[in-house]
C-alpha cells in the first residue's frame, strides 16, 4: 500500500518533470532538479497548491446545507460493508493528524468561511516558509 509520503514524493517529482520538459531538458541530460528550479526560477508549489485546494474544498462541502452527499463522502461514513484489510483513510482524517485539529473543530471552523479561508491561507505559507527552509 502507498502511504501518503510516498504519494507527496510522486507529486513533487512530476512537478519536476514537468519542469524539465518545460526546458527541454533529456532524461540522460545530467541536470539536478535544483538546478532546473533555479533556471526557471522557481520553487516547488504544486504540493501545496493541492492540499490548499483539498483543504478549500473540505470547507465548501461541510458548509453546504442543501445536500448531506458531500459531508457524507467527506466525513467517510458510507452503508454498506467494507474490504478486508487496513480501513481506508478518509479526506478528514488526513487532515486531521497534518493539520492537529479533531472532527468537530474541522466542521465548527469550516462554518465560519472567512475564518476558514484565513486559516487557509495560514498554512499556505505556513508550508511555503517550512519548503523554502527545508530547501536551504
Not at 60 to 88: Q, W
Request: net charge positive; with cysteine.
Amino acid at each position: 500500500m502507498v502511504s501518503e509520503k510516498d504519494d507527496d514524493k510522486r507529486i513533487e517529482a512530476a512537478e519536476v518533470w514537468f519542469y524539465r520538459r518545460i526546458l527541454r531538458v533529456k532524461w540522460t541530460d545530467k541536470r539536478t532538479n535544483e538546478s532546473v528550479l533555479k533556471e526557471l526560477k522557481t520553487e516547488r508549489t504544486l504540493l501545496n497548491l493541492i492540499n490548499s485546494r483539498k483543504l478549500k474544498y473540505v470547507g465548501h462541502a461541510l458548509r453546504n446545507h442543501r445536500t448531506s452527499l458531500m459531508k457524507t463522502v467527506c466525513e467517510g461514513r458510507l452503508d454498506g460493508r467494507r474490504r478486508k484489510g487496513r480501513p481506508p483513510r478518509s479526506l478528514l482524517t488526513n487532515f486531521t493528524t497534518a493539520y492537529g485539529l479533531s472532527l468537530h473543530q474541522i466542521v465548527q471552523k469550516s462554518q465560519d468561511r472567512a475564518g476558514w479561508q484565513q486559516r487557509v491561507r495560514s498554512s499556505i505559507a505556513t508550508a511555503d516558509t517550512a519548503s523554502s527552509d527545508a530547501d536551504r
